[in-house]
């Protein structure tokens, strides 16, 4: 299994940034994908989340100015953020999981593998 982030960088207060998560090694269509991110000394927290089947979950940080896709032709995830904050700079992991429960969805835990991460800057 292998995921693999790109899309990161340094913008500004209220630009926007599309972020990518390349998949392989496994049935991507069947997995549950999602979005975490790390802050310095903050823990690894809960973005974004789309299910196998297509339904979106957010984080209340990032409702309304972010959305989740997924294209299962392309074994790729996306994540796509507007209205940047400072308070968004992190590191951003994409996750993949297959749980057809959907419990503890925003739970880093419940998620078995990960990408390298991808840095996002928000500053002028």
């Known amino acids: 299994v292998q995921l693999v982030e790109s899309g990161g960088g340094l913008v500004q207060p209220g630009g926007s940034l599309r972020l990518s998560c390349a998949a392989s090694?496994?049935?991507?269509?069947?997995?549950?994908m999602s979005w975490f991110r790390q802050a310095p000394g903050k823990d690894r927290e809960f973005v974004a989340l789309?299910?196998?089947?297509?339904?979106?979950y957010y984080a209340d940080s990032v409702k309304g100015r972010s959305t989740i896709s997924r294209e299962n032709a392309k074994n790729t995830a996306f994540l796509q953020m507007d209205g940047l904050k400072p308070e968004d700079t992190a590191i951003y992991y994409c996750?993949?999981?297959?749980?057809?429960?959907?419990?503890?969805?925003?739970?880093?835990?419940?998620?078995?593998?990960w990408g390298q991460g991808t840095q996002v800057t928000v500053s002028s």
């Open positions: 789309i299910t196998w089947s297509g339904r979106t």
């Open positions: 996750s993949a999981r297959q749980d057809y429960s959907g419990a503890d969805y925003s739970t880093a835990g419940r998620y078995p593998y």
């Open positions: 090694g496994f049935t991507f269509g069947s997995y549950d």
